[in-house]
């Protein structure tokens, strides 16, 4: 059945690229149409796995010359993609060799007495990552296994409230408490980068923290963990405190030496 999707979208891409330009449109705007009407057609039916639908626009793009290969790979020479995929493999990484939940009941683990003190803690942590991580993304993908380990192991099931709950305090903390610290997400640094280039002014690490952090960040904090424990109200069914725990593996030590790597770089910027 896929089938018929795909032809009708084979079908209508091609139409578009080998379509005669209207008056005042290049022949590269309406090739460039085509890929795209095949590209965002696959994404939408999954008539093809999204990373393949992905190569063949990339191949596609660079065969029919609608652009020079550097445009076309540009995104590849981004640092905010590669901060993505990295964050990626250590997600996976930390998830797949239980250092997630060890970091978790190191971390949150004593603050399991009940569900509004786990979620403050959350916040608080995702508070702090944001002065050593300057990306959202690569916070979020940091924590994220963290928060879902520690929330299994007190008994919030995955799906109930307590557990979205915990996971949205931890998304939502990591991005609207990065707005207050000025390299803590791309944001930011396009606000910077546009305030120096088009007006003249340079802003200042300390200067912005002191404005914005003590009302912004704060109040944030705060309201962050109230409307959390407002809307997702849940109970702790079993404390994580004092919970027992294997010696580390050595895959363990090896990841907990890249993070702490990864942690230094993205702090220091080198």
């Known amino acids: 059945m896929r089938s018929i999707p795909t032809t009708l979208i084979v079908l209508i891409a091609s139409a578009v690229f080998f379509a005669p330009p209207p008056a005042g449109v290049s022949t590269t705007v309406m090739h460039t149409a085509g890929l795209v009407v095949f590209a965002v057609g696959m994404w939408a039916t999954q008539s093809l796995p999204e990373h393949i639908t992905g190569l063949i626009f990339l191949l596609l793009a660079v065969l029919t ?35 997630g939940e060890r ?28 002065f050593l ?44 408490i990065g707005t207050t610290i000025l390299p803590a997400n791309a944001p930011n640094l396009t606000l910077a980068g546009a305030a120096e280039a088009v007006h003249g002014i340079h802003l ?18 705060i ?26 593996s050595g895959k363990e030590v090896g990841l907990s030496i890249i993070l702490l790597l990864a942690l230094a770089l993205w702090a220091t910027g080198v």
Do not use: D
Not at 147 to 154: K, N
Not at 223 to 248: D, K, Q, Y
């Open 65 to 99: 010359e609608v652009a020079p290969p550097h445009v076309v790979f540009a995104g590849f020479t981004s640092g905010t993609l590669w901060l993505v995929l990295g964050g990626l493999f250590i997600a996976e990484a930390v998830r797949a060799t239980g250092l």
């Open 103 to 130: 970091f978790a009941l190191a971390l949150l683990g004593r603050f399991t007495g009940s569900y509004p003190l786990l979620v403050t803690a959350t916040v608080v942590v995702a508070t702090v990552l944001c």
């Open 133 to 176: 991580m300057p990306a959202t993304l690569g916070r979020v993908l940091l924590l994220i296994p963290i928060i879902t380990a520690l929330a299994r192991h007190v008994g919030l099931a995955p799906g109930s409230a307590g557990y979205n709950g915990l996971t949205l305090a931890a998304i939502v903390a990591s991005f609207q």
């Open 204 to 221: 200042n690490y300390a200067a912005y923290l002191w404005a914005q952090f003590p009302v912004l960040g704060l109040a944030k904090m």
């Open 223 to 248: 309201l962050i963990v109230v409307v959390t424990c407002w809307l997702f109200p849940a109970r702790i069914e079993r404390s994580a405190t004092g919970a027992a725990r294997a010696a580390m």
